[in-house]
């Protein structure tokens, strides 16, 4: 069965520092979205990403946040200066049509996340 | 934006049915109702959708009053790998900006 592959698994990064988080979507999909859970809170939607630009973004995806799709496989999320209650699991997820996650019949398909501590 | 209602915990034991029940009192018309299962430290993984009646699938089965203002996941016979939290969304398939938005969701426990 296809996956959606994030790397790291974890990242440490000290305050103020930048951090790339990585995803390789599953091939024949064309939507791609980052979500986030902080640590007992619920899943949180940041940002959807299609034909190279940025579809639908909640406030949490503020100018410190950005998305890229550098090449025909990856997709990254970007935090520039990272802040204490940036610390969460971040999740990928991909799908065929938009809007899958409500609808379509198949759903969104999610990565297995990176823990990202901030210190 | 349709607001879900699910309840916070349910315990089961292993071999029972579980039917989590989902109240969604102002659904739209073009609303679907889906289901997601997430396990610690995973990403939520889909489980089953639809629109009205009953469908079913290798996992689960879904049902759905005529009045749509609530849906009911029913797992059949479950198992300790079934302990996870269950999410009902409920959303439209196309029209006008959207935000896909989770809940607490149902933190299932199943017991030996």
């Known amino acids: 069965e296809p996956e959606v592959t994030q790397t790291p698994s974890h990242q440490v990064t000290q305050m103020g520092q930048e951090v790339i988080l990585r995803c390789v979507p599953i091939?024949?999909?064309?939507?791609f979205y980052w979500y986030r859970q902080i640590l007992g809170q619920k899943v949180e939607f940041l940002v959807s990403?299609?034909?190279?630009?940025?579809?639908?973004k909640s406030e949490i995806f503020d100018d410190q946040f950005s998305v890229e799709r550098p090449d025909g496989s990856n997709f990254t999320l970007k935090i520039r200066s990272t802040k204490l209650e940036d610390s969460a699991m971040y999740f990928c997820?991909?799908?065929?049509?938009?809007?899958?996650?409500?609808?379509?019949?198949?759903?969104?398909?999610f990565g297995s996340g990176t823990r990202l501590t901030v210190v | 934006l349709a607001k879900t209602t699910q309840p916070i915990s349910m315990d089961s034991y292993e071999g029972q049915e579980v039917n989590i029940t989902c109240s969604h009192n102002n659904i739209a018309t073009n609303d679907y109702i889906t289901w997601y299962q997430q396990f610690p430290s995973q990403g939520p993984r889909f489980i089953i959708q639809g629109y009205k009646t009953k469908v079913t699938n290798e996992v689960a089965s879904l049902f759905i009053p005529a009045d749509r203002k609530s849906s009911t996941l029913s797992l059949p016979r479950v198992s300790l790998s079934d302990t996870a939290v269950y999410y009902c969304l409920v959303g439209p398939l196309s029209g006008g900006s959207y935000i896909p938005t989770f809940g607490r969701g149902t933190s299932l426990i199943v017991h030996p």
């Open positions: 990403f299609y034909n190279n630009e940025i579809s639908e």
């Open positions: 997820a991909s799908s065929e049509e938009h809007r899958e996650l409500i609808g379509g019949g198949k759903g969104y398909t």
């Open positions: 091939s024949n999909h064309l939507y």
